[in-house]
């Protein structure tokens, strides 16, 4: 049951600090690359810390877990989710990577007709076609003139990844009102696990195969496992403003304020030097985030 706070502020400054740690975490993700830690491993270890804590406080919501089989379909969406994001940012320009993952507009249509049979209505189209438009600037090559367009394929692996990233997302978000009838800690589970089984399942299989530059882990090594430690606590943090923030505040209102890690994904790759953002790439992030606002306010 959602819970209405007297005064919005808390709640919206916790769905910010959300936003604000998924924004920046593409910096752990790099530092843990650089001391030789593949981001699907980080991954892994990211979520396994929590679950191990959650295992040693109550255990009731695994069994439900093992019963149901929407959220084992949970577990696969936000597993995939976190893996597809957390290499994408790591092989690719973060500004690029945040902007194509929020593609979710059209996902989410696509995705509620499919499962839930919500029909799109003329806005949800609009939105699509809004979105598109932003998609096919951003993934132009640079530097090139109108006439040398070309259909927006995903010219790179981090391309890829950040558009099945948003795909997932989409998805996961669906899911999570399909299971809306079961116990918060039960979904939190399966989202957890999922990054667990998940990461390991995608790195093993690369490993296996030689593709992709997926590597063994490193040593142990002071430096690697305290980032993964601070990593990890800064993923709680987040979640706990996540629920905190969802349980007091409407939908469309968190869903306007979780915009805010574009912002801050752009800004600190941009100060870094890890991200270029040109005007073609501005242009096309602005579109695509516009029709993000147009989901989040709209309730068609």
Known sequence: MRRHSSSPLLPSLAIALNALIWGLSWWPLHQLQARGLHPLWATVLMYSVPVLAMLLWRRWPLKLLLERADLWWLMLAAGLTNTCF?????????IRVVILFYLMPVWAVLLSWWWL???????????VVVALAGVTLVMQPEGTNWADWRFPWPS???DVLALLGG??????????????????????YAMFIG??????????TALATG??????????????????????????ISNTALQYGSARLSAHTMSLIMLLEVLFA?????????????MQVFVGGALVMSAALMAAISSH
């Open 86 to 94: 957390n290499w994408a940012v790591t092989v690719g320009d973060v």
């Open 117 to 127: 049979g919500e029909r799109p209505t003329l806005m949800a189209a609009v939105r």
């Open 156 to 158: 790179s692996l981090a």
């Open 167 to 188: 795909l997932f997302f989409a998805a996961t978000n669906v899911l999570l009102n399909r299971t809306a009838d079961t116990p918060p800690e039960s979904r939190v």
């Open 195 to 204: 990054g667990i089984v998940l990461g390991t399942a995608t790195a093993a």
């Open 211 to 236: 593709q992709l530059g997926v590597t063994l882990l490193p040593p142990l090594a002071f430096g690697w496992i305290a980032l993964v430690v601070v990593f990890s606590m800064g993923f709680v």
């Open 266 to 278: 752009a800004v600190s790759a941009a100060a870094m030097g890890t991200a270029q953002l040109t």
